[in-house]
């Protein structure tokens, strides 16, 4: 869906991020896409989205991404009160099920580059 969308140069998919000092320590982030300079990490979940994946994907973004990077939650669910406000405070972009039934991924996922 990344390369569809024509905004994206680079697309890679289950990139292993193995953390330097740390002894076997590693994170699996389904989506990387780039375009220009600015990265955007994607995690996708087939079901309800937990705290802790907000939290991993806001650290991956932090720490690997830099300033200009954003990060997206993709879910085959409807996001819930909770877990949106959570995403918000972390600036991490929820595109669910609705989103994906109505069309608007490719939408979605430009839209990570204008941020």
Do not use: Y
Not at 12 to 32: F, I, K, Y
Not at 40 to 52: H, L, M, P
């Amino acid at each position: 869906a990344c390369l569809d969308t024509g905004a994206f140069h680079d697309v890679r998919s289950s990139v292993v991020v193995d953390w330097p000092g740390a002894n076997q320590v590693t994170n699996e982030l389904d989506v990387m896409a780039t375009s220009g300079v600015k990265t955007a990490f994607i995690s996708c979940k087939a079901s309800a989205v937990k705290t802790e994946a907000l939290n991993e994907l806001a650290i991956l973004r932090d720490r690997f991404g830099g300033q200009m990077a954003r990060a997206a939650i993709v879910t085959a669910e409807r996001g819930r009160a909770p877990m949106r406000q959570r995403a918000a405070e972390l600036n991490i972009d929820v595109i669910e099920l609705e989103d994906l039934k109505n069309g608007f991924l490719p939408q979605r996922l430009r839209a990570l580059l204008r941020g």
